[in-house]
């Protein structure tokens, strides 16, 4: 005989709780300090529910407490009915002043580099009490924690075309190449591309952006001298001491050479720009302290200036 599902008059809601904190910390006593709960008051509330649901839901393995396929089916729309009601529960307008929320944002290098100091002071001087907690975006899987609403927003490059989330193009930013200010190639105000396959190259092996093609066409295309790969956070260093060059996204160059005796030259012949979005969930598209965040986002974006010497 096929199993009665439970009516969820029966169940108490504050179970289902206690089941997406131990879906997401994996532990019952990580939970349990998520909910201001003790252990055992977790370990409780979970006998009850694999009772009422007849699963085990968790079985414990070297990883943790490890869901079963009933719990992997339970997540999703156990995760958006806790969202959904903690959104409902949330006033009609945002007050930045008073606000004391966080917001996990997920941001690949360019967007680390050029943006979030930006965003960090704007939000600072309108929202004290606010929390944000950016992740740097390539050692995580962005989508997956979207969906399960452990992030709040991801900004940088995305071509994600699906009917759950809404993405915003912020700008589009051209290469140019970045070398110390007394470089042969400083000498002119464009980069050939046949001056460029003769330089040695610094390619940045933390960052997409680094290892971008330095032309158009993909046939007799001039091989680039790769002499170094380095990680964004030692590049300004290497090429204020070196002969390498780094092709580099202009706004990223502009903060390199800030602080550092180098210089930035335009390409003759650049590479397709590279486009910055921000993404999210479709559903959050109203939610009032969401789009606070993200207009305050596009906000720092329109005070980017191209401004500094070459």
């Known amino acids: 005989m096929k199993k009665s599902a439970p ?63 009933r719990a992997e089916q339970l997540t999703m729309p156990v995760r958006a009915a806790m969202d959904g009601l903690q959104e409902a529960l949330e006033p009609d307008e945002f007050e930045p002043g008073t606000a004391t929320q966080s917001f996990k944002v997920a941001v690949d ?32 899987n962005v989508l997956d924690l979207l969906d399960r609403s452990e992030l709040h927003l991801s900004v940088g490059a995305s071509d994600v075309n699906a009917e759950r989330f809404t993405r915003k193009r912020l700008l589009q930013d051209e290469f140019v190449a970045v070398m110390r200010r007394d470089h042969p190639l400083s000498k002119d105000e464009l980069v050939s591309k046949e001056a460029l396959a003769d330089a040695r190259h610094l390619e940045i092996s933390s960052a997409q952006f680094g290892n971008e093609t330095t032309g158009t066409e993909t046939s007799a295309r001039p091989k680039r001298q790769t002499g170094i790969r380095a990680p964004i956070l030692s590049a300004a260093r290497i090429l204020a001491t070196s002969e390498f060059v780094c092709v580099l996204p202009l706004k990223v160059a502009i903060e390199m050479t800030r602080s550092r005796e180098l210089a930035y030259r335009g390409l003759a012949r650049p590479p397709k720009a590279i486009e ?9 598209d109203n939610q009032p302290a969401h789009a606070w965040l993200r207009n305050e986002i596009a906000k720092a974006v329109d005070s980017l200036t191209e401004g500094g010497s070459r």
Do not use: C
């Open 7 to 69: 009516r969820l008059a029966s169940i108490d809601l504050n179970l289902l709780v206690v089941f997406d904190a131990v879906m997401r910390e994996r532990s019952t006593t990580r939970a349990g300090k998520r909910l201001g709960l003790s252990q055992p008051a977790v370990s409780h509330a979970l006998k009850r529910l694999r009772h009422m649901l007849k699963d085990e839901l968790f079985v414990r393995g070297p990883l943790g407490m490890m869901p079963t396929p």
């Open 109 to 140: 290098n360019y967007a680390a580099i050029v943006l979030v100091a930006r965003i960090a002071a704007n939000v600072a001087k309108l929202a004290p009490g606010l929390r944000l907690d950016f992740r740097p975006s390539g050692t995580l």
């Open 276 to 284: 910055t979005s921000m993404l999210w969930l479709r559903r959050l």
